[in-house]
């Protein structure tokens, strides 16, 4: 992941899709990302997040709703699945620099009680260090949002993915939003969450000749750590159902 120029050095991801988003992906596995959140009110989902604690989600600033509900453990978020779990937010953590637009466009959500971690709900470990990412590099991008680029589009029920390469791109341009209900979900490459979804070029949100746009994790690693106390937990199976935590 290399850092871009001004206005945009060290906050953004450019890749250019080999999808077109989670427009026209695939149906994810169910339960195959168990570290996915979908975020809600009054009973809708509007973004998505990635829980890196058992008490942590990471997800898009852009999106700054009172009231939220995080609901682990869902593949199918207009069913009452008994897989899942729903949890308010104790207190927002919007990046301090956050300009209400593109840049630090970055936040935590500290919940309200422990997520219960077990065959549908594990955290994702954040990377340690800022790594260099190949050109060409396939990532996956995953989320609950609409099946088509309208306004009158409805969410996708299920869990979506998509396949998304790495592209070199040395300028920012001008941006639209990622498509709608995707915005703060995770970006993950090599089984690591580099980046969290923000936004595309505006010429055409979901044609992949244009490059979508990232939030750069490794950039915050700093301020993830000192608000959190860690850069998330790895899971491991203590049988074939359940799995203990460690704040190692």
Not at 169 to 190: H, V, Y
Request: aromatic share 10%; net charge positive; charged share 25%.
């Amino acid at each position: 992941l290399t850092a871009l120029p001004l206005p945009c050095t060290y906050c953004y991801l450019l890749l250019g899709g080999s999808d077109s988003g989670i427009v026209g992906g695939k149906i994810a596995k169910p339960h195959s990302r168990k570290y996915m959140a979908s975020l809600q009110t009054d009973g809708s989902h509007f973004c998505g997040g990635f829980l890196i604690r058992d008490n942590f989600v990471v997800t898009a600033a852009l999106y700054f709703i009172d009231k939220t509900v995080i609901v682990l453990g869902a593949h199918n978020i207009t069913k009452p699945e008994k897989s899942q779990q729903k949890i308010q937010v104790k207190k927002y953590f919007p990046h301090p620099k956050y300009d209400e637009k593109f840049d630090f466009d970055i936040m935590l959500l500290e919940l309200k009680q422990k997520a219960k971690l077990n065959e549908f709900v594990q955290t994702i470990g954040l990377p340690k260090k800022d790594k260099t990412v190949k050109a060409h590099t396939e990532c996956t991008v995953s989320g609950w949002g609409r099946m088509q680029p309208t306004k009158e589009s409805n969410p996708s029920d299920v869990l979506r993915e998509a396949q998304e390469k790495i592209q070199m791109e040395e300028a920012c341009a001008s941006f639209c939003l990622f498509s709608q209900g995707d915005s703060g979900g995770p970006l993950i490459c090599k089984n690591k969450p580099l980046g969290i979804s923000a936004f595309t070029s505006d010429n055409d949100c979901t044609d992949p000749k244009y490059p979508h746009s990232y939030t750069k994790i490794s950039s915050f690693l700093p301020w993830i750590e000192h608000n959190t106390g860690g850069l998330g937990n790895e899971s491991k199976p203590s049988d074939s159902k359940y799995y203990n935590h460690h704040f190692n």
